[in-house]
């Protein structure tokens, strides 16, 4: 079973910076299989980029993914206000998936 | 534009069933592309995926669960269920039902979370 480990587990950062995350994997996972998830206080999970670059329909082009192998990093070119939140990898392989311990990217 | 709801008992005794229902409105169950899944969250921690079940009756489970868990489809109401027994106080969470997406280009397939409910909480005490 792939382990997903992300860190920092906290970033705190002001609004108009630039917010990088990574999420690592226990084994080599194919990219197909890595995806990213914002989630806010009180709110379900919302799909952000699939397929380790891939932006699902809506995300604006402030996000972005990239990775290979073990390693893999969710970009944020410029802080929103809105963008403030919980950050989750997950991956998906053996019919199974597993999500990382997420990153919170907060206000600084 | 699919939508999700959960429903079902907040509060659970410690040792009984856990059971929990998310209709789906917007699209069609029954639909071969997707997958239908459940995915807890514990208060103030990470997401745990549950299992899934897909329309040809296939499931899979997490591991971890795989002993109490059965998910299973409701075609007739455009519905979908999880049942979790013997819980404990280890299984108070909010509980999310989501629609598994398949995307493929060249060799592989993605699958991926594209649509989720609200999330219900449930606890589990006496």
């Known amino acids: 079973e792939i382990v997903l480990t992300q860190s920092p587990g906290t970033l705190s950062l002001s609004p108009g910076e630039r917010a990088t995350l990574s999420c690592r994997a226990s084994q080599s996972v194919g990219s197909s299989f890595l995806a990213w998830y914002q989630q806010k206080p009180g709110q379900a999970p919302r799909l952000l980029i699939y397929?380790?670059?891939s932006r699902a329909a809506g995300i604006p082009d402030r996000f972005s993914g990239s990775g290979s192998g073990t390693d893999f990093t969710l970009t944020i070119s410029r802080l929103e206000p809105e963008d403030f939140a919980v950050y989750y990898c997950?991956?998906?392989?053996?019919?199974?998936?597993?999500f990382g311990p997420g990153t919170k990217v907060d206000i600084k | 534009q699919v939508q999700l709801q959960e429903s079902g008992p907040r509060l659970v005794k410690p040792s009984q069933t856990l059971s929990l229902t998310c209709t789906v409105s917007?699209?069609?169950?029954?639909?071969?592309?997707?997958?239908w899944s459940w995915i807890r969250q514990p208060a103030g921690k990470g997401l745990e995926w549950i299992g899934r079940?897909?329309?040809?009756?296939?499931?899979n489970y997490n591991p971890s669960l795989r002993s109490r868990v059965t998910i299973s489809l409701d075609t007739s109401k455009n519905q979908f269920s999880l049942r979790l027994s013997s819980v404990t106080a280890a299984d108070t969470a909010v509980y999310f039902c989501?629609?598994?997406?398949?995307?493929?280009?060249?060799?592989?397939?993605?699958?991926?979370?594209?649509?989720w409910g609200q999330g219900t909480l449930v606890t589990v005490s006496s």
């Open positions: 989501a629609r598994v997406v398949v995307s493929c280009g060249g060799a592989d397939c993605s699958y991926v979370f594209d649509s």
């Open positions: 397929g380790t670059s």
């Open positions: 917007g699209g069609s169950i029954s639909s071969g592309s997707y997958y």
């Open positions: 079940f897909y329309t040809s009756g296939s499931t």
């Open positions: 997950q991956h998906y392989g053996n019919s199974l998936f597993t």
